[in-house]
């Protein structure tokens, strides 16, 4: 990129405001990316420097793939030279927190988790939760339309926005900085913000909706030999606990196996089941939650919606118990090459499609490895699969996406398109869909510089 | 409009798809409008009969205005001479009930009280519910982005839709009837058609999201001297209720009066109070919850937070409760000329904002009569005000609009724009959001031919 052009960005942003060179190679890249390949890294503190930074951009041409926490799976923020990368992590202040109202508004580059430990005093919660939370930034998960642990009883990073501002590729400021959660007055813009993943304006702002922070949870995990056991029980408990059901997450026998064991996280359960999943339920009253749990999961038993289960006593059990469904680490060590798919599908179709996956991806490569795990009240399943060589990686991800064709599934439930599966679009949107989308994105940023080549090639 | 494109109409829709003269003259013309101006109104059976029927209507550049069970409140349907008016009402099938994956498919016409009829079968439940139940249509609901009273638990029908088959002003099919929670692969198009009132597209089907059908409810009405006991008690109830707390409506002193007393309701509560609230809590287990209503309730009253309360003990006692809040034919009758309003502002400007509008109101109208109620869970208020005479619209409203600049309150909080609010829009919307709103319609819809003038007007 143009010396002049990095020389007007300075001066908009200042000297700390622009990194190169070994500042940029020494920085964190992201999951599956060598490098930050682009030119330069531009840290605005305002929404106005945001403008400005795109203003200079459209004029000279110059592409900006905006930078959150850089947790994300599918290579949406990667750079290649002759890019520029936009961070927000200089705006970073929590602008307000509104207990009346419950509301939070922040800057785009806040840590989700930061944002939790600040309501810890207000007895209010955020409730988006994932693993990326002390890293990812609440910009960025409003871009990624994030998803989660608790989606079932929450929703999706969409339904926790109130409010954008963001800034066109023009340099326009779109506030939106709505503080209400009905306003039906016209368009909902912030929804062509939200899960977009940087192509069509750079969010700087955000109302947060918040929620009153529950005060007793408990937790279990139960095995089952059928998957229409885990079925039942999923809508069993999604009615008896009236509401108050806040995760139900499924993990299959290889998942399990690979994470429990000598060296490993003790099994709370053994090991010989196909199907695990773990239960909890977020409420108000620690002890007559507890009795209801129990009570629910006592008659889901003498039903025969599970066959084993074992109930945290403690909040070291009940840690003991995430810890298996939430470390990544022997997974990816021991499933090699590794591979991390995220799609979702009806729960009635899942059983089969497992199957199918499964028998694809091991007809191909018999000792390929396979693991399932997910959130499965959302249709959500992650698929680990440590299978085949240098040249494979179509191979495998066709075992993944291609039985999602008939049943129209989705190659993404929550990570985004990105790069990674900006290939396989068309298995879940069709040719209308992905026309209609490049008229927005060609109506919103008609230079093509926001994040250009993500989710979908323009023809020119 | 040219009897030749009737003609062609009719050999779409069929003779039976066409009405005219004394058929549409008989048609109720909805809330607020005398007649339905319509030239004709057109019925088409299926989705491919709507997409040739915008196909012969963009050709010809017809204005088309989309109807649904006509039970909006802001003239979003209100036709004129020269332009033909989209009746979904032969499109009513329930496609699919699929109680696995909790979603149900339905066309565009389906009556919500239908579906959720439907629906008891399955111990399943579509949680919106709004006054108009009996006659609104799910497309409508969508196309307005209906609210209601349970929004504080289940959001807006925005959160309930997982997919939309919407047919543009072209003719073209955008068909993205996802099933799944989550599905982040790229833009997500169907929030362009939710909400945007029939200006953008013609929605055809819905995939809806369904819930578990609470089995326990528990109703009480209480009273407050002050507007700060409110603000407590809601926050209060809605931790300790931990997720089951799904309509806390507010109601006035003026708005009591008119509703009960002799000839009326019969008033649960003295109606010397300036404050009352209408508390409902939907869970799974009736002795349960009732107990933990009870216990959360004394608490309330021991902290000060209500000053007398009313818990209904049975059936009967509910509906007596919620008739105080839902009927609107006193108001309707006593507040002569009257108007009505739904706006939303965050809690904490409540008080302030209800005397504003009283006192300029009264100022002007010093016989005019004011009441409000509302969805106080989500920072709704409806106002209905008896004041003034002819030509005195424009001045009623600005004592409810004005006061909302200020606080960046929200003209509609879910009635919509339609042609009623449409010289307000600026209150709520700043002109970059509307300079944006102004270029998706002519994306979407550069012939504007799809309910044109209805929300804005669009420069040409």
């Known amino acids: ?28 890249p992201g999951y599956f990316m060598d490098r930050i390949g682009a030119d330069a890294i531009i840290r605005p503190r305002s929404t106005d420097e945001v403008a400005a930074v795109l203003r200079l951009c459209s004029a000279a041409g110059q592409p900006v793939v905006v930078q959150g926490g850089m947790s994300g ?20 202040a929590i602008e307000a927190i509104d207990p009346v109202n419950r509301t939070a508004t922040v800057q785009a580059g806040v840590i989700l988790d930061t944002l939790e430990t600040a309501l810890m005093d207000y007895g209010l919660t955020f409730p988006l939760d994932l693993g990326g939370r002390g890293s990812c930034q609440l910009g960025g998960n409003a871009s990624t339309n994030a998803g989660g642990m608790r989606v079932i009883r929450y929703g999706m990073m969409r339904e926790q926005v109130l409010g954008v501002e963001a800034v066109l590729a023009d340099g326009r400021i779109i506030s939106s900085l709505n503080q209400m959660i009905k306003n039906n007055t016209g368009y909902d813009l912030k929804q062509l913000f939200i899960g977009s993943e940087g192509t069509l304006g750079v969010i700087t702002r955000l109302v947060l ?29 999604d009615q008896s606990f009236g509401g108050l059901l806040s995760a139900f997450e499924l993990i299959d026998n290889s998942f399990y196996r690979v994470n429990t064991g000598a060296g490993k996280h003790a099994p709370p359960l053994t090991a010989d089941q196909p ?13 007559r939650d507890t009795e209801l749990f129990e009570t629910v999961l006592g008659e889901a038993g003498e039903r025969g919606y599970f066959d084993d289960a074992v109930l945290a006593r403690s909040v070291a059990q009940r840690q ?13 060590r021991e499933f090699q090459p590794f591979y991390a798919f995220d799609v979702s599908l009806p729960v009635g179709d899942m059983q089969d499609y497992i199957a199918a996956v499964t028998a694809m991806l091991k007809g191909r490569w018999p000792d390929g490895k396979i693991a399932f795990l997910g959130h499965m009240g959302d249709g959500n399943l992650h698929i680990a699969i440590g299978a085949g060589g240098e040249g494979d990686r179509h191979g495998v991800e066709a075992c993944v996406y291609e039985p999602l064709r008939p049943i129209n599934g989705s190659i993404s439930a929550e990570h985004g398109i990105g790069l990674e599966k900006k290939p396989w679009l068309d298995v879940s949107r069709s040719e209308g869909e992905r026309g209609l989308m490049a008229e927005i994105k060609r109506l919103l940023d008609p230079g093509n510089i926001l994040n250009p080549g993500k989710i979908m090639d323009l023809r020119p």
Chains 1, 2 share one sequence.
């Open 275 to 287: 199907y695990y999943a773990i239960i909890e339920m977020l409420g108000s009253h620690q002890e």
């Open 73 to 92: 799976w599918v290579r949406a923020t990667e750079t290649r030279g002759g890019e520029i990368a936009l961070s927000l992590e200089r705006m970073a």
């Open 1 to 28: 990129m143009p010396a002049a052009l990095i020389a007007e960005l300075r001066a908009v942003v200042g000297d700390a405001g622009v990194l190169t060179g070994d500042e940029v190679a020494a920085r964190y």
């Open 209 to 237: 909706r918040l929620r009153e922070r529950p005060s007793s949870s408990n937790t279990a995990i139960v095995c089952a030999a059928s998957f229409d056991q885990m079925v039942n029980l999923l809508r069993f408990v």
């Open 320 to 332: 003991q118990i995430w810890e298996i469904r939430e470390d990544l680490e022997h997974v990816v």
